[in-house]
């Protein structure tokens, strides 16, 4: 096998992910970089180890190792996680593929087409996830979740109180909820005296 071929072939799919599909959507350059720079490292990896006797269980090994990583700098996503497991995963498949066949290059299309697809803006577009803190102890979950959906004007569809504070009066809840769509008219809600929230993320 020409690897000048299999090497072409990884660099157009991270290409595709890191550049046509995650940045315009994330807008992180120093992720997209990221991806490549992981992508390439494990494909350099992978293809040495594809020589050896026991290069697919290394291979194995690596994946699991990296997967464990996390990039400390700054917050990373659940969702850019995946694409730098993506990353991984397109390094290692073309990295330890003895030839370059329809098999490979159906599975570096499937891992790059099913990221396009379930991160796309179109799909749970309204689905939101935020962490407030509201300016009243609320030791009633029920009583929370109702000043909630009054501040936000939604349907919340999980709500968690990550801290009760008596002290200063606050409440730090996680709250999952389906924005209303836009141009709708929010609904009227009873005034709720001194339940504004602050939106911390």
Same mark, same amino acid.
């Given at each position: 096998?020409?690897?000048?071929t299999i090497?072409a072939?990884?660099?157009t ?7 046509g599909v ?7 350059r120093?992720?997209?970089v990221?991806? &490549?720079g !992981? ?10 180890l ?33 694409y730098y ?7 290692? !498949?073309?990295?330890l ?6 098999t ?9 087409? &099913?990221?396009?697809?379930?991160d796309?803006p179109?799909l749970?577009?309204r ?9 009243r102890?609320y030791p009633?979950e029920d009583?929370?979740?109702l000043a909630?959906e009054?501040?936000?004007s ?7 109180v ?11 809840v996680d709250v999952?909820y389906?924005?209303?769509p836009?141009?709708s &008219? ?5 005034p ?6 602050? &939106?911390?993320?």
């Amino acid at each position: 096998m020409n690897p000048f071929t299999i090497i072409a072939i990884d660099l157009t799919a991270i290409a595709i992910l890191s550049f046509g599909v995650y940045y315009p959507r994330h807008r992180r350059r120093d992720l997209a970089v990221a991806f &490549v720079g !992981v992508n390439v490292g494990v494909l350099a990896v992978s293809m040495v180890l594809a020589d050896t006797t026991v290069g697919a269980g290394l291979g194995l090994g690596l994946f699991g190792v990296l997967s464990i990583i996390r990039l400390r700098s700054r917050e990373i996503e659940q969702s850019e996680m995946a694409y730098y497991l993506a990353a991984l995963a397109l390094g290692l !498949v073309a990295g330890l593929s003895t030839s370059v066949t329809w098999t490979t290059a159906g599975l570096m299309t499937l891992v790059v087409g &099913v990221l396009a697809i379930v991160d796309s803006p179109a799909l749970l577009r309204r689905s939101r996830e935020q962490t407030l803190v509201l300016d009243r102890a609320y030791p009633d979950e029920d009583e929370a979740r109702l000043a909630v959906e009054s501040l936000l004007s939604a349907r919340v569809h999980r709500l968690t109180v990550r801290n009760l504070d008596f002290v200063s009066d606050t409440t730090t809840v996680d709250v999952r909820y389906t924005a209303r769509p836009s141009g709708s &008219v929010p609904a009227v809600a009873e005034p709720l005296p001194e339940s504004i929230a602050q &939106v911390t993320r």
